[in-house]
């Protein structure tokens, strides 16, 4: 192992620098193709290095949307949504050049993997080309899919199109340019579907150690020590089928919105995360997660590459304090970055599940009294009580450090701090540091879940299940119950909700926009319900006497073609086969 983790190492060290590297990795590095047959290190080498393409979860995203601002004048974010975007500008949704070259890389291998001898051992060597071509058509298809949720549009003419898909390598002697003719969005979506399906067909659900070889690996060995060696607990966090599972759901749910034509069916898209769901115990599983998925008590036992009961997929662990020292308030030295909006604050209910504009629990002149526990869990607001390692409490009054204006690019600008993603156990004082264990997610369950609410209800109503054996009502309700909202009237507004399909869509989006706040999904999906993204943002000022003002913190500036982010222009200016999307230039 140690041999194929330094080559391993040395293949990822190599940047996404050249436009050359799209068509020809990093071509000064690697020996002639030839050599993977004799070398497998480096023939893994390619593989391991389209991991590194994968995108983040937390991308700030939530910056260019009604949830968040962020404290930063010159950030990209921010830029984007205040009138300063073009295609040919930064501004964080760019996933054209990483994620092609991490296809070219699996495009270069993928072909190589029957002949190369990864082991001396025939079966295990079987074994071994079966995982890694599971995981090319997997990896694949994540990358062409994170392509296309950033870059599919429409034409001039109105027509949907998607991503070029590369199936093959290309280098400098092919014809670049015909390979960037874009196939329309379906054609697209049916490929990246394809891929997915190759890869739940090859790979097992999970990586674990077992004692019997599963029936479908007999072919290959009937030796439970060469399975493990080659499909076990050691392959934790590669793609498995049950993240190719997960990505068929976000792919579907994307392809069946308003915003992409309503491409696939909402009962395909309900039915992809159903499969998925069902192998969680279905609405059972909902119980074994956690909103507070982030949280140390979380993070500090995670090893072995054991996910949490919410976690599908996630990034390796790490010890470090980059998240607090940003997003920490000033006064307990941190930069503020990422601030919440009164719009999001408004969207969290009264415990009793009510909206605040309705529920009689609800004071406006205490708001934030008897709210829904998510709240208290995301959000620092006035009056929050133990934050950080001293167990602070926090005043964002006007005149604080941590108040509005309080200390230039540090305070909040909207009155709120970030609390979800936080460790209040870390110290950011200078020559008092800590640091701590710390994830990130790729795909959590949660997610999933509220993809299924979404399509069953558009699909069959709020309380039908088409076969999937739940519903959209059963899973709003166990979410909402986990939380522990509407536990003293038993959720009636939800059952109120549950009497029409339009108000179990307005709940539906609302229970997404909570639970999956500051996690980069508003952005996505404001666009694709083609719902308005020049939402100002909102923020509270609190006076000394306890009184306070709603305030415009930011104006959007968004134009309706930018639902549709561009291709870069660069590329667009070296193919003439290279459709742009309307509207930018």
């Known amino acids: 192992m140690k041999k194929i983790l330094y080559t391993l190492l040395a293949v990822a060290s190599l940047g996404f620098t050249s436009c050359d590297d799209l068509w020809d990795p990093a071509r000064q590095n690697f020996k002639d193709q030839g050599q993977m047959d004799s070398e497998p290190d480096y023939a893994m080498g390619f593989l391991t290095r389209a991991y590194s393409a994968l995108s983040g979860y937390y991308t700030n995203t939530e910056y260019a949307t009604d949830n968040a601002v962020v404290n930063q004048n010159s950030e990209g974010f921010r830029t984007m949504a205040t009138g300063g975007w073009t295609a040919s500008s930064w501004t964080g949704i760019n996933e054209w050049g990483g994620a092609y070259t991490g296809i070219q890389y699996i495009n270069q291998v993928l072909p190589k993997i029957d002949e190369v001898e990864w082991s001396s051992d025939p079966e295990r060597c079987k074994m071994l080309a079966l995982r890694l071509r599971g995981e090319a058509y997997g990896l694949r298809a994540i990358l062409h899919y994170q392509i296309l949720k950033a870059h599919a549009g429409y ?97 579907t749910l994307l392809a069946a919105s308003d ?31 956690s909103y507070e998925y982030y949280a140390a008590s979380i993070a500090d036992k995670l090893k072995e590459g054991i996910n949490p009961a919410e976690i599908i997929w996630r990034e390796n662990f790490a010890d470090n304090n980059s998240t607090e020292s940003e997003n920490f ?15 999001l604050v408004d969207a969290f209910p009264a415990v009793s599940g009510y909206p605040i504009s309705v529920a009689d629990d609800y004071d406006a002149a205490n708001p934030y009294a008897n709210r829904d526990p998510r709240f208290y869990a995301y959000i620092i607001y006035n009056g929050s009580t133990k934050v950080g390692v001293n167990n602070a409490t926090i005043s964002t009054v006007t005149g604080t450090s941590d108040g509005i204006g309080g200390v230039e690019q540090r305070s909040s600008r909207t009155g709120y701090y970030m609390k979800k993603r936080l460790r209040m156990d870390v110290n950011c004082t200078a020559g008092s540091t800590t640091t701590k264990a710390h994830y990130n997610p790729r795909v959590r369950y949660t997610e999933i879940y509220l993809n299924y609410a979404e399509a069953a209800n558009e699909a069959y109503g709020p309380k039908a299940d088409g076969g999937n054996g739940f519903s959209a009502y059963d899973v709003i309700k166990a979410i909402r119950q986990r939380a522990g909202v509407g536990a003293s009237n038993g959720d009636s507004y939800l059952e109120e909700c549950a009497a029409s399909k339009e108000k179990m869509r307005e709940l539906i989006r609302n229970e997404r926009r909570i639970e999956l706040c500051f996690e980069n999904s508003r952005f996505w999906d404001l666009r694709r319900w083609k719902l308005n993204l020049n939402e100002t943002v909102k923020g509270i000022e609190w006076n000394a006497d306890g009184t306070y003002r709603i305030f415009d913190v930011e104006q959007r500036d968004f134009e309706d073609y930018m639902a549709y982010p561009p291709i870069p222009q660069s590329e667009i200016l070296k193919y003439s086969n290279l459709q742009q999307n309307n509207g930018w230039h």
């Not at 790979?203 to 060995?221: C, G, N, R």
């Open 155 to 251: 034409d001039a003419a109105g027509n949907l199109l998607g991503v070029p898909y590369l199936e093959s390598y290309l280098d400098a002697k092919d014809d670049m340019n015909a390979a960037m003719v874009r196939p329309s969005f379906k054609d697209c979506v049916d490929k990246i579907k394809y891929d997915l399906n190759q890869a739940i067909d090859i790979l097992p659900l999970d990586y674990e150690d077992l004692a019997e070889v599963p029936a479908k690996y007999t072919q290959y060995t009937t030796d439970v020590a060469i399975y493990n060696r080659t499909m076990g607990a050691h392959f934790r966090q590669l793609v498995s089928g049950r993240i190719a599972q997960a990505y068929l759901s976000r792919l």
């Open 329 to 343: 308030p000033p006064s307990l030295n941190g930069n503020g970055r990422m601030n919440p909006s009164q719009n």
């Open 259 to 289: 915003g992409f034509g309503n491409t696939v069916s909402w009962a395909d898209a309900a039915k992809a995360a159903a499969d998925l769901l069902n192998e969680n115990n279905g609405v059972a599983g909902v119980k074994a997660g």
